[in-house]
């Protein structure tokens, strides 16, 4: 047990002395500094303080760390881990600083795009609160319904926003409770929020009569080498040809990347979650090669594979100049008509699916998706049938005049969890609730029924459980059941 004495040390120069809580423990001794001085009056001949008022006011402190120690088991714990814990307890934290260093260490974690969600969440809040500096007492569950209930007008970031902020103070509680020893500096307030649900977009997937017509399109003449039209309509049908290849993997393309007619490269968006670090390689057809080679970059000293950094440093504004000349082309195709360069990969993954007999999964391999993720450490991967797969599509579209036969339906199926929602999961045994969790980074109901099963009493095996689990950010339910050994 440590004891807690009002005391003081030395004699400032002004003939004062500075009073000290005095925490002793075993062998161990620490101070924390007071407001209170007394001078010698204030002292017996022993250096014992005296004076009534600083006895009265450093009794009251000290009943107050005692009442504070009572909450938690600090037997084990060292003076200066007591005086830490007392002295920041109840000190208010900056929830924005913590968040900029949060997305700062996802920018050093190569996350620079989740990081920029992250930065815009952060600064809409701010602008909320009125103020650029949000502690974290501030975040109780009213303020953030609030917070929430103003981005109802938008699609996407009335979801996307608070996802992003609950991920950073759970961060935080992470960091700062310790609830093995009874430590919680901050409470979650997100259990009382309801996060809506994004607004479903339209599907993206192009048809194959635009796709033809898009790609028939002679951009106009221009004094300009490579102007915007060209370039958009280019760019789409690399993306295109390329099993739906992302901008920023286009952009970003080293000359080692391109041996023997094969394109190598690790997915930027997941290389730095997978274990295979997005890795895939996509044969660049003998259709696409004249325009895939009409940007490699002659630079002898330049590391890039394309020439596109020549006159763009980022690939946020590759990908903007590029979306601007297929805005253009698609206003000679149909005035009016939006699809982004993104479309064109979701026009690969639903024209091979339709129209060439693939199935799910041979879609999501051709899309360098994180299935399998076992089987892609283990194997060495063979991406022929992927090529195949991809010559079909382009024969599809380039050399037949069929129409997409597909008709899209929205989906009201339990969609594919992310990582970032917030899942309410229940165990039932003979129709009794046994066990419950709720918390985020699952993405998949397997992961969330393994956690499950681990909570399960003692008592429950050799029977069949049933499963509740709720997409609290989606509003989803979906039911399942799994025989527990």
Not at 237 to 261: E, P, T
Request: glycine share 2%; with cysteine; charged share 25%.
């Amino acid at each position: 047990m440590v004891n807690l004495k009002a005391t003081v040390r030395v004699k400032t120069k002004n003939g004062l002395y500075p009073v000290y809580i005095r925490f002793t423990k075993s062998n161990q001794v620490s101070y924390v500094k007071t407001s209170w001085v007394v001078n010698e009056k204030g002292l017996s001949d022993k250096k014992e303080i005296i004076d009534p008022f600083v006895i009265q006011q450093t009794c009251v402190l000290i009943d107050s760390y005692y009442k504070q120690l009572n909450h938690i088991d600090s037997s084990k714990w060292t003076t200066s881990e007591i005086v830490k814990y007392l002295t920041e307890f109840n000190n208010d934290l900056s929830f924005s600083d913590y968040a900029r260093k949060h997305i700062e260490k996802m920018k050093a974690r190569g996350q620079e795009r989740t990081a920029r969600n992250y930065k815009w969440a952060i600064q809409h809040m701010e602008r909320f609160a009125e103020t650029d500096n949000i502690m974290f007492s501030r975040l109780t569950s009213a303020f953030l319904n609030r917070w929430i209930e103003n981005l109802a007008s938008t699609n996407r970031c009335k979801e996307q926003y608070p996802v992003c902020m609950r991920e950073v103070y759970k961060a935080a509680m992470r960091e700062f409770n310790d609830e093995e020893q009874g430590i919680v500096r901050l409470k979650n307030p997100w259990n009382n929020v309801v996060i809506p649900r994004s607004d479903v977009p339209e599907k993206r997937a192009i048809t194959a009569s635009m796709l033809r017509k898009f790609f028939n399109v002679v951009p106009d003449r221009s004094r300009f080498t490579n102007p915007l039209m060209e370039v958009g309509q280019d760019v789409a049908l690399i993306s295109f040809c390329l099993c739906g290849l992302n901008a920023v993997d286009i952009f970003n393309a080293k000359k080692d990347q391109y041996v023997d007619g094969i394109f190598h490269y690790e997915r930027q968006k997941t290389r730095n979650t997978r274990s295979d670090k997005g890795y895939f390689e996509v044969r660049v057809p003998a259709f696409l090669k004249p325009t895939f080679e009409k940007y490699l970059s002659k630079d002898a000293y330049s590391p890039w594979l394309f020439n596109f950094h020549d006159r763009l440093s980022t690939s946020d504004s590759f990908c903007a100049n590029v979306n601007t000349g297929i805005k253009q082309i698609w206003d000679k195709v149909e005035p009016g008509y939006r699809a982004s360069l993104y479309a064109f990969r979701h026009s690969w993954a639903t024209i091979a699916q339709n129209e060439c007999g693939a199935s799910l999964a041979d879609v999501d391999f051709g899309l360098n998706h994180s299935t399998h993720r076992m089987a892609r450490v283990y194997l060495k991967i063979d991406y022929t049938p992927v090529w195949i797969l991809n010559e079909k599509v382009i024969d599809f579209i380039f050399f037949t005049d069929k129409e997409s036969k597909h008709v899209e339906k929205e989906d009201k199926t339990f969609e594919r969890i992310s990582k970032y929602n917030n899942v309410r999961a229940e165990a039932f045994v003979m129709g009794k609730k046994v066990c419950a969790l709720e918390d985020t980074g699952f993405t998949n109901v397997d992961q969330i029924m393994d956690k499950l099963t681990t909570l399960l009493p003692k008592k429950v095996s050799n029977t069949r459980v049933q499963f509740k689990i709720t997409n609290v950010d989606k509003n989803l339910t979906q039911m399942y059941q799994r025989l527990v050994p």
